[in-house]
């Protein structure tokens, strides 16, 4: 793959495909005229990196479905796809190619610039390298769980939480959604107890047990739903399940649409024709944006400081099994093989050690930039001490 290297490159074009090979970039016309327009209005030409990274993520926080987000697809394209290589590579057998699961989670832009903090002051690139491979682990784990599914073991299996989000996804009322919630939790009360939790391969259930879920609907809807709405039979039931089940599938796996393809309407032109235009930005969001990424690179120095420290404050053996995992990428199995130490061992000192770090930036954070802890707040911390290890131990990757 050929390495992009102007500001124009890289926040203006996307990775063409053939199976699973790199044939070059494609220039996203209407990207690069907004981005020519933005770099006419500065008072001085602008070639850092860091500050087009800034200055679109001020933009996509104003205006979160404007152009801004499509630069940074743009801008993420090798991260995503480098992600996607690495996983695929060490899989021993997998359905899926590098392709696919680049297309999986390339839409997933706005989860990574939603947990992303530039104020702490850390690479995007690196951020999203990890986000890009969580969603890849996750997404081919339900997606492998689907796929081999009947709609019944899928039901059976199905957390409450996780329809009602699926049924929200196809937009289906707030009263309609209380009804197939219901008949799930009938399905769920007649049916599912009778088979073992290992069955994947659920048979669907026979006229009798639709029956007697239509039963404890029409039963339970009296207490359960406002207003109650009419009885209901067993066809009834099935088919408000099987379309529970599509609606779960679809937004485990979404179908993916190019923004280049046709509207298919009345109008000619592309999907990426009606996406909102970026309003031209004033002199001011360039002088706030320039400022801000001087924070940012004060704040990287001091929290890389605070973890240098903390890193140091390890006792040997520990510091270098961290070395060994990040700088060598060794696995726990292969470090423990080199240290004559048992591989649990490994596991349990790299871990002991990991909490040791994120208990000390978490705790400069609260006292130094005065954030309030929470479970979000140390989930994101965790990811950033992954970020910093990754690029400490390899500086020329950061």
């Not at 044939?23 to 860091?50: F, M, T, Y």
């Amino acid at each position: 793959m050929r390495t992009r290297q102007s500001i124009t490159e890289l926040f203006t074009t996307f990775l063409q495909l053939d199976a699973d090979r790199v044939i070059g970039w494609a220039v996203d016309a209407k990207l690069r005229r907004n981005l020519l327009k933005c770099q006419a209005s500065l008072s001085q030409p602008e070639h850092s990196e860091n500050f087009w990274i800034s200055y679109w993520y001020k933009l996509w926080q104003n205006q979160p479905e404007g152009l801004a987000r499509e630069h940074f697809s743009a801008y993420l394209q090798e991260t995503c796809y480098w992600s996607a290589d690495k996983i695929i590579s060490n899989l021993s057998a997998t359905q899926y190619t590098v392709s696919d699961c680049f297309q999986m989670v390339i839409t997933r832009v706005d989860k990574i610039l939603k947990g992303f903090k530039p104020n702490m002051g850390f690479n995007l690139n690196n951020y999203a390298s990890t986000i890009f491979s969580n969603e890849i682990k996750e997404m081919l784990r339900s997606r492998n769980e689907i796929d081999i599914s009947t709609n019944w073991r899928l039901l059976r299996k199905l957390t409450q939480k996780r329809l009602v989000e699926s049924l929200q996804n196809v937009g289906l009322s707030a009263e309609t959604i209380q009804r197939y919630v219901l008949a799930w939790k009938c399905y769920q009360a007649i049916y599912a107890p009778q088979h073992p939790t290992g069955t994947r391969q659920l048979s669907k259930p026979d006229d009798s047990t639709w029956m007697a879920i239509a039963r404890l609907y029409n039963s339970e809807r009296h207490t359960q739903l406002s207003p109650p709405g009419p009885e209901c039979d067993g066809q009834t039931m099935e088919k408000w399940l099987v379309a529970s089940a599509k609606a779960v599938r679809d937004y485990f796996y979404p179908s993916m649409a190019s923004l280049n393809a046709s509207r298919n309407d009345d109008d000619s032109g592309e999907y990426q024709d009606i996406l909102p235009q970026l309003k031209q930005d004033s002199l001011m969001t360039e002088i706030i944006a320039q400022e801000e990424l001087q924070e940012r690179k004060s704040q990287q120095s001091l929290i890389s400081n605070v973890l240098i420290a903390a890193l140091n404050e390890l006792d040997e053996e520990a510091k270098k099994i961290i070395e060994l995992y990040y700088s060598q990428d060794l696995t726990q199995q292969q470090i423990a093989k080199q240290l004559g130490i048992k591989q649990y061992t490994i596991s349990r000192r790299l871990s002991k050690a990991k909490d040791s770090l994120i208990l000390k930036l978490a705790n400069w954070s609260k006292e130094s930039l005065h954030i309030s802890l929470n479970s979000l707040l140390l989930n994101y911390i965790s990811t950033v001490l992954e970020e910093w290890l990754k690029a400490y131990y390899h500086p020329s990757s950061s």
